[in-house]
């Protein structure tokens, strides 16, 4: 008999839930809980597939300064690398470093400021940074080893470097970068009792940017080559045209924007001798093929 009653009692209560309607709740709280997760879930995997993109990317620009290396010096030449990106995209930006050459001669104590062209542009995977952010004002030169002078010595020396960075605000946007940098490369001989300075820097000039395809063409379009003589002293100088949109000395980060080649310097440059300047074209087309 009182078991009976409180049946009855919770039966009037108007306080009670019925199972339907818990049922509900709990069943759209689940799914509530799974949309959240699910959500979670794909921003991880999203962040992943864009730091892999980056990852490879690396590689790509590497890959392309290699073979500059090869395109610049053999006029005709064309190469293709392909690249593969789905949250960023490549462009080339003309004439954002500018090398300059000036010469002293011993025998006459004068200057020279030669004419040859050393305008270059540089190539460059930009990612958004709501996809890879690396942290504003993060800097890395790839590889690691590298020295952040725009004018290496030695056969073995890159003629290109590669930089990773992210820079904010700039006039284009807001990206992590990888960017493809050309640079000097110096080559010393001595060939009986005369001193051969060899200086080499590969021209980056933009070409038919049709965007058809994930892949740069490289061609080799000319040489431009200068002999002087009797030299003692070699000042190169890099200036950044395109540094009202952002790309300035710390957008490249070298560690001097000139440099004094003499008796006295690393590699040394004797009284009186040979300077040779090449500058080799480079055109750059972006999905060509």
Request: hydrophobic fraction near 40%; include cysteine.
């Amino acid at each position: 008999m009182k078991t009976r009653n409180n049946h009855t009692s919770l039966r009037r209560d108007t306080r009670a839930v019925s199972p339907a309607i818990s049922t509900v709740v709990l069943t759209a709280a689940g799914i509530v809980m799974i949309l959240i997760a699910m959500s979670y879930a794909n921003n991880i995997l999203a962040l992943k597939m864009a730091q892999n993109e980056f990852s490879t990317s690396k590689q790509f620009m590497q890959t392309t300064a290699q073979q500059i290396d090869d395109i610049a010096w053999t006029v005709g030449r064309t190469q293709t690398v392909s690249f593969s990106c789905k949250y960023g995209n490549v462009q080339f930006q003309a004439v954002a470093l500018n090398y300059s050459f000036r010469l002293h001669y011993s025998s006459t104590n004068t200057w020279e400021n030669l004419s040859i062209s050393g305008k270059t542009g540089i190539i460059l995977y930009n990612m958004p940074v709501a996809s890879y952010p690396l942290g504003n004002n993060f800097f890395q030169r790839l590889p690691n080893n590298v020295t952040s002078s725009f004018l290496l010595s030695g056969s073995t020396a890159p003629i290109s470097q590669v930089i990773c960075e992210q820079k904010v605000p700039m006039a284009d946007g807001t990206y992590s970068r990888i960017v493809l940098v050309p640079n000097m490369r110096v080559l010393t001989s001595t060939v009986t009792s005369m001193n051969y300075f060899k200086f080499y820097l590969p021209d980056l000039e933009n070409g038919t940017n049709l965007y058809r395809s994930q892949s740069i063409t490289l061609t080799g379009n000319g040489i431009t080559k200068v002999t002087r003589s009797g030299v003692d002293q070699v000042i190169i100088s890099v200036s950044f045209p395109k540094a009202v949109a952002g790309f300035d000395s710390s957008f490249f980060n070298f560690n001097s924007t000139s440099l004094t080649l003499n008796a006295s310097s690393t590699p040394k440059l004797p009284s009186n001798s040979v300077v040779e300047f090449y500058v080799g074209k480079v055109v750059v087309a972006i999905g060509q093929v």
